[in-house]
């Protein structure tokens, strides 16, 4: 599922990287895989 919300154009890192509800999901590989597709955040 995030896969597809990632094929469909939404690239909002930060929210992948604070949401609450996918902390859960930040210690798995496959997360980290998906968290590189994204852009990185611009400081």
């Not at 798995?28 to 990185?40: G, I, V």
Request: glycine share 2%.
């Amino acid at each position: 599922m995030l896969n597809k919300t990632i094929d469909e154009g939404y690239n909002n890192r930060q929210t992948f990287e604070t949401d609450t509800d996918l902390a859960p999901l930040r210690t798995d590989a496959r997360f980290q895989t998906l968290l590189a597709r994204l852009p990185k955040a611009q400081s």
